[in-house]
């Protein structure tokens, strides 16, 4: 039922050039209590792998970038960027089948891996279908967040906020 709520709200209309934020909370009583990370990976039965899993902070952002249709994005605050880049490389066996049902991935032409690509000068692994058709990709930006989405123009409009003197100095 969660995950039916979380992919209508992924489905909702948004503006051209948007940026819009899922707040994922659950009610406890009179209090709303924001998602965790580890809750939110129950929720979409995700397993990533536990190194993944303890190098990011337990908040994190489910958003929608708006270009030409909307483009889920996943961003992740690193605490430990060693750690957090060997794990998301160890997710990759099975971040697409994980991924499939909030992002409405079509994995039947995947390739079998992901490959290197450079995108506004940031390295970036990107998963593409036999017709080399983008399905997946994701970047550090930095070494504090991790991206995870499905096309390039939400990637870059997270690179250009991310960049912005206002997360800079944090």
Known sequence: RVLNE???ALQSQTGINQ???LSLVRQVG??????GLEEFFRIIK?????ELLDSLESKFMLSKFYFTKDRPILIFKVATFDSAFAGVMKWETTMA????????LDLSGARSSFEDKEIQNH????LNDKDGQLLLLYS??????????????PLK???RRLSSSQYLNK
């Open 6 to 8: 979380i992919k209508k």
């Open 19 to 21: 940026l819009f934020y």
């Open 30 to 35: 009179e209090s709303k209590i924001s998602i």
């Open 46 to 50: 995700a397993s990533p792998p536990p």
């Open 97 to 104: 089948e994980d991924l499939k049902d909030i992002f409405s």
């Open 123 to 126: 390295d970036a692994r990107v």
């Open 140 to 153: 550090f930006v930095g070494r504090d967040y991790l991206v995870v989405t499905i096309a390039e123009e």
């Open 157 to 159: 409009e997270i690179f």
